[in-house]
């Protein structure tokens, strides 16, 4: 894991390093890119429930509100270019304000 052959600085903390990889890789299969977040039985314990409980809260937070843009933004004005990182993310973070869903009063 600390071999200089392999990373720059590696007994540094550069989460950075890895802001450059390809746009194709894919954390559950065979590209190792992210090894050194664990892999087989070393990887995180928490994913297999982060991948099962995410969803799950996501529609819960759909179903409980009804969601509006702030400030009179239009959904035609919101820019939903992306950046790659680990994930994709927006470039610009979308804010939305939940408002209680009248079948829930």
């Known amino acids: 894991m600390r071999d200089p052959a392999a990373w720059e600085r590696p007994e540094e903390f550069m989460p950075e390093r890895f ?12 590209d190792f890119e ?5 892999a087989g039985r070393r ?6 429930m982060a991948e099962r409980v995410v969803p799950f809260i996501l529609a819960s937070l759909l179903h409980a509100f009804e ?21 994709n993310v927006l470039v610009t973070p979308l804010k939305a304000i939940p408002i ?6």
């Open 34 to 38: 992210f090894i050194p977040f664990g």
């Open 19 to 30: 802001l450059d990889m390809a746009e194709e890789v894919d954390f559950r299969g065979k």
């Open 43 to 48: 990887l995180c314990p928490g994913v297999p």
């Open 67 to 87: 969601w509006r843009l702030p400030g009179g933004v239009t959904a035609e004005a919101l820019d939903l270019s992306e950046k790659f990182t680990t994930v």
């Open 100 to 105: 209680l869903a009248s079948h829930q009063i």
